[in-house]
């Protein structure tokens, strides 16, 4: 089993308004990335093949995003400060 790796992005002017991360992980293992965004705007995630991703499921219980579960490639949520 390998470890997650934890990355963390921050822009230090405007963001792109579109860019692509490349992120290779070796088999079993996971990359979990925080990208922390100067501005309110709403963001998506879209894989190789340019087919958006949803982000997880609200979570009544915490009232906000539902956690990252591994489960799939490109799960994303979107916490706001």
Known sequence: M?????????FTGSPAQNYR???????GG??????????????GIYDNENRYIPQTDYDATTETAGPITKSRCGENRYLPL
């Open 2 to 10: 390998t470890d997650d790796t934890y990355t963390e992005v921050q």
């Open 21 to 27: 991360f490349k992120l290779e992980t070796p088999e």
């Open 30 to 43: 996971n990359t979990i990335v925080s990208i922390r965004y100067s501005n309110s705007k709403t963001y």
